[in-house]
């Protein structure tokens, strides 16, 4: 599964720009891989992830935590862009809190997921993002799986 992760970031590192997002500036990718499960929870029940966290600058981490609101069966990776404003530094476990989904993100987009506890800490979905970015040609994940909470718990940091 660590493979499956590492390799999903290498991917999405190609495409990631250096621009700063509105409001914030990125600091790292978060790839987060949910095992295969025989049967879809249909009312879109936690599953268990294991999620790589790869900064700009510093160590990478290693998360471990729970997604509600996939509704696929399937093994799935979902990539996210962490931003953080211009002032907040990036400081060992950061990314440990519960977030929940932007209730401002229109329907047919995946949404971005707000820190509760810091809501600084905003992870920008890269599901909808232009093809050759982490998206397929013609669908949109958006459309399979809508991620409402995830809980991120630190499990390692390397560095």
């Not at 998360?63 to 931003?83: C, D, E, I, N, P």
């Amino acid at each position: 599964m660590r493979l499956i992760c590492l390799a999903a970031l290498i991917a999405a590192t190609y495409a990631w720009t250096v621009a700063a997002a509105p409001g914030g500036v990125r600091v790292g990718l978060l790839a987060c891989t949910l095992a295969q499960q025989a049967d879809a929870p249909a009312d879109g029940s936690a599953r268990q992830a294991l999620c790589a966290f790869r900064p700009k600058k510093g160590a990478p981490e290693t998360y471990v935590g729970s997604v509600q609101g996939v509704k696929s069966s399937a093994s799935v990776t979902l990539l996210w862009r962490v931003t953080l404003p211009p002032a907040m530094s990036v400081a060992p476990g950061f990314l440990e809190q519960h977030y929940a989904a932007d209730p401002r993100t229109p329907a047919e987009h995946m949404p971005d997921l707000v820190g509760l506890t810091n809501s600084s800490v905003v992870l920008e979905s890269m599901a909808d993002k232009k093809v050759g970015s982490a998206s397929s040609k013609n669908r949109s994940l958006a459309k399979s799986i809508a991620v409402l909470r995830i809980e991120l718990k630190l499990k390692s940091t390397t560095g």
